[in-house]
């Protein structure tokens, strides 16, 4: 079996946070999350299962990674032999679109893309469900990617359980992400460091779960009435809620650099003057905007002219994995 199959997979921005895993090993989560997947930032990914090969070949943006970097992959490659019954081993070519700079989590649309074309090359034709319990395996934010548009991860309690569903997959209302480029750089802790310090360390972690809880139920039907005011004031208290995870570990960490803050003040001054629009972001200093589409002009001229014109990438909603 040396069919290449390639999959595309889309990055996503969660509006609720996944921070924390119930379950290292499976990678099941404390609580449900709720994302918008993105058009700007994808992943093209080609597997081909080759009986000639003596070990997984992995090459991501055309670097060829060592057994050490690509173990992650390689796990995810071990879960789909198991599923399809064969030990051959395979060629993985991946290519991310996600601008290197763009400070936005690449693993997302990797582990999705990853999951799609693996399973397919293998033979296996799993349900979109099944694929988000696959993807979910390589890293959890991947779980999400499977679907387009506004994507609810169930929490579940076990592998069968815990998998994505779209809420609102054919996104016709007119919002944005502007994404801030603030450091380009790796950061420092890695998210699944970071979330594991705060479950274990941060006295607030219960709260957390009471929040995620409320944000989800509140969110959810916000999105479906394009309650744009509502929608924005939950993501932004959500990311801060997360936020605050990180500063209350022991020892404390934080994502955040004096350009984040800065940008956070240029956000409520943009709602001071009457442009509607709140902000979000991960295991990283560069915040992610939410906005209607009226208003990217505006928005990007200010952070244009407080960040430099190379800073800023607008997104907007885009669709679940596809095979090319
Ligand atoms: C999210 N993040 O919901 C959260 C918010 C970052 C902040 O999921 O350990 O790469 O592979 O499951 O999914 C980033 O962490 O972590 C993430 P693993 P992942 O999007």
Known sequence: MTTAVTARAHTNI??????????????????????????????????????????????????????????????????????????????????NHVPMAAGLASSASAFAALAGAASQAAGLTLSRRDLSRLARRGSGSATRSIYGGFVEWHAGHNDATSYAEPLLEQVTWPVAIVALVLDPHQKRVSSRQGMQASVATSPYYPAWKQVVAHDLAAIKPAILDHDFTQVGEILESNAMRMHALTLSADPAFSYFNGATLTAMQTVRDLRAAGIACYYTLDAGPNLKVFCQSQDIAAITARFTHDFGHDRVIVAHPGPGLSWL
């Open 14 to 95: 969660a509006l609720v946070k996944y921070w924390g895993k119930a379950d290292q090993h499976l990678i099941l989560p404390e609580t449900s999350s709720l994302s918008l997947t993105l058009d700007q930032f994808y992943t093209d990914t080609t597997v081909a299962f080759d009986p000639a090969l003596s070990a997984d070949e992995v090459t991501v943006n055309q670097q060829r990674l060592s057994p050490a970097a690509s173990q992650k992959v390689r796990h995810l490659l071990d879960l789909v032999r198991a599923q399809s019954r064969q030990d051959t081993f395979a060629r993985v070519t991946s290519t």
